[in-house]
């Protein structure tokens, strides 16, 4: 929202070119097919969504570290 426009590139020989989603959903730790729903998501929707997705490894790092603590404390 708010009129921010973001774009997912990257320099393909001296041509920027866009992300797929699927390259998203890579980055973010996500199967190929982790958004191929139906009915079928614009690819409009799948980037806003894997934008705010939190990375799938990240959030099993933070959790391990979580239980490694609370184990820790008993």
Not at 7 to 22: C, H, W
Not at 38 to 66: E, F, Q
């Amino acid at each position: 929202g708010g009129g921010r426009r973001q774009e997912n590139n990257i320099l393909a020989g001296t041509v920027v070119r866009r992300l797929t989603p699927v390259e998203c959903c890579r980055l973010q730790g996500f199967a190929d097919d982790w958004l191929d729903l139906d009915p079928p998501l614009s690819d409009s929707a799948k980037y806003r969504m894997l934008g705010n997705a939190v990375t799938a490894n990240v959030a099993r790092w933070i959790g391990n570290r979580i239980v490694t603590a609370l184990e820790d404390t008993q």
